[in-house]
């Protein structure tokens, strides 16, 4: 960026060519506000009696305030957006302000904070994001940061159909306060409908640090504000957004298990065509996906309406309940809200002794559709009374499995399919039933790119990798491979993979025989859980093979594990600080503390659903 040039500067040129250096790290956004952060730092100069230049404002200068820090901990990017808002409300109303995600920041330097905002999701069965583990287990730890002089306050995001609800925002909130924090406003926690409880407490906690931020001294030295906002990682706007999706056509939709096998995986490629979209290996590809036609007609007949009737959904569209319950509405995954919902209006005696039991009531959503709560209790219902008692639909990601360098205009993804019965019936997943078996070639869907943080390829392309994977998981160490193939980058790796049968489920089994071939893939280790009397797992071949893995990890290889969280993911880590330990020599102790190093220093990396 170049500068007009300026006479009779009232600033040296040496501090001009400092201060033009910082700031062309800065993007548009944050250049206003530190245009305006200037501007009133002047205006309270002149405020200062004429003895502010003098030794005695020394110590004033040296208490200036450090900036509200917002921490942003997400698994799917709902909180990271919502934290960006924060950021951009507070940057717009002069409240100076960072914001760092929680997988890069030290826990220790919570001890050095004055005031945070936690905006925080919660995954698997009420664990914290990946991203913040690390913090989340130094503050439940033997030696805790001091934060007694910090002020805080969280915002929690989560999804009321798992039984532990908002539960990492809770666990943040109680333990910051249990450790002597002081909590600024009470929690919010908000469901999958997330945006307006989202909004309101953003708009809070503006209001609230305009009013007291106000009173007090600048914020930070203008050099650190700078640094400070050039060290932020930018973020870089996609066209298309989760709002805004762009409508792709799918190229090829091929299923790549045998007809032997027990499962339905699907590798789906898209057109990006000219639409300028960007991704990187570890990405994510969100779907927005239509609910099946004949689950419609029997949510309509369960509740005795025609589908023609209208309703209003929340940004104030008018449209057919049948095409909201298609397009708009989610009617795959019972909730909690849906069922005391429709057990206090159809008044029926067993829903409503079932909603009064919390761990009933989570095993019956489990287990039970929407329609078949509707067709054992059925009770007539007005189009507005069936769409109060649903969530807004919201699109489903996967993890990509492509690189752009090996591909292009195109982004692909491995789906498999969920099926099962209830009730002699036959129920697919939203998405996955959508994408495997109601589209092919040539259908159009709307997708966006939905990055991600905590899940990236080492930047010095010699550093060795390991890969572990079952099933679907392995759809991002293809694109992983992909890049490095295409880059003719150095780095050795290694797949460890676990699926049914060899037979029947090697996806994509060519290409990685190809890699092997050519010595891109240095090494690899299959667990085919079904092709023998034993089961064997992904974790029994860590264990196993602990000895090379923990060479592996001596020679700096990063760890990357994409999986289903509560089973695979868990044994996996189980299984990593058994070998830690053994070949490392460690306590358990020191072997958990050694794995915390590798995810701090972002060398063990989960993509974990």
Not at 13 to 27: A, I, R, Y
Not at 303 to 318: H, I, K, P, Y
Not at 395 to 402: D, G, H, M, Q
Not at 485 to 495: I, K, P, V
């Amino acid at each position: 960026m170049s500068y007009p040039p300026l006479s009779g500067l009232p600033i040296n040129s040496d501090t001009l060519s400092e201060l033009q250096k910082n700031l062309s790290g800065l993007n548009p956004l944050q250049t206003a506000w530190l245009s305006g952060y200037l501007w009133a730092r002047s205006q309270q100069m002149e405020l200062l009696p004429a003895a502010a230049g003098t030794a005695a404002s020394a110590p004033a200068a040296a208490e200036a305030l450090a900036p509200v820090l917002i921490l942003s901990a997400s698994q799917t990017g709902n909180a990271r957006r919502v934290a960006q808002t924060l950021l951009e409300k507070l940057t717009a109303a002069g409240v100076a302000a960072v914001l760092k995600n929680a997988g890069d920041y030290k826990s220790r330097q919570l001890a050095s904070e004055r005031l945070v905002l936690i905006v925080a999701s919660t995954q698997g069965d009420g664990e914290p994001p990946e991203e913040a583990l690390t913090l989340h287990k130094a503050l439940f730890g033997k030696k805790p940061p001091e934060v007694k002089s910090l002020q805080f306050a969280v915002l929690s995001l989560g999804d009321s159909s798992y039984p532990d609800f908002c539960q990492a925002g809770k666990d943040f909130d109680s333990q910051l306060a249990q450790l002597g924090a002081q909590r600024l406003f009470d929690r919010v926690d908000c469901d999958l409908d997330f945006q307006a409880s989202a909004d309101e407490w953003v708009e809070k906690a503006v209001a609230w640090l305009v009013e007291h931020e106000s009173r007090n001294a600048p914020a930070a030295d203008a050099a650190t504000s700078v640094q400070a906002l050039i060290s932020e990682p930018q973020v870089h706007e996609q066209i298309y957004t989760r709002e805004k999706p762009f409508t792709a056509t799918i190229l090829t939709n091929q299923k790549i298990t045998s007809r032997q096998s027990q499962k339905d995986v699907r590798h789906l490629e898209f057109d990006l065509g000219d639409s300028g979209i960007r991704y990187q290996p570890g990405d994510a590809l969100g779907v927005w996906f239509k609910n099946d036609p004949a689950l419609v007609d029997s949510i309509l007949s369960c509740v005795s309406l025609e589908g023609s009737e209208m309703v209003t959904l929340a940004d104030g569209t008018a449209l057919e309940i049948r095409d909201a319950l298609s397009s708009h509405l989610e009617i795959t995954q019972n909730t909690p809200a849906f069922v005391k919902g429709y057990a206090q209006i159809a008044q029926d005696q067993d829903l409503l002794d079932l909603v009064a039991d919390s761990k009933l009531l989570q095993d019956y959503i489990a287990n039970t559709p929407i329609d078949v709560v509707l067709r054992r209790a059925p009770t007539a219902l007005t189009a507005d009374q069936l769409h109060g008692l649903l969530r807004p639909l919201t699109p489903r990601l996967y993890s990509i499995a492509s690189a752009q360098e090996e591909v292009g205009e195109e982004v692909h993804i491995t789906v498999g399919l969920v099926e099962y019965e209830q009730d002699a019936k036959q129920y697919l997943g939203g998405a996955s039933g959508y994408l495997n078996r109601r589209l092919e070639s040539g259908d159009e869907v709307d997708i966006f790119i939905e990055p991600s943080a905590h899940f990236r390829m080492p930047q010095d392309p010699a550093t060795p990798i390991v890969m572990i994977g079952a099933g679907t998981g392995i759809a991002p160490f293809r694109a992983f491979m992909q890049k490095r193939d295409a880059n003719d980058e150095a780095g050795e790796s290694w797949l460890i993979f676990g699926n049914q049968s060899f037979k029947d489920d090697f996806l994509y089994q060519l290409e990685w025989q190809q890699l092997a071939k050519s010595n891109r893939l240095s090494r690899y280790s299959f667990a085919w859980s079904r092709d023998q009397n034993e089961k064997i797992y992904v974790q029994h071949k860590l264990l196993k093979e602990g000895a090379q893995l923990w060479q592996w990890l001596q020679n700096g290889a990063h760890l990357y594990v994409c999986g289903d969280a509560s089973r695979m993911a868990r044994d996996v880590e189980a299984a990593l600080l058994e070998v830690v330990a053994r070949e490392g020599g460690l306590s358990a102790d020191d072997a958990d503390a050694y794995l915390d190093e590798l995810r701090e220093s972002h060398r063990y990396q989960r993509d974990v659903y």
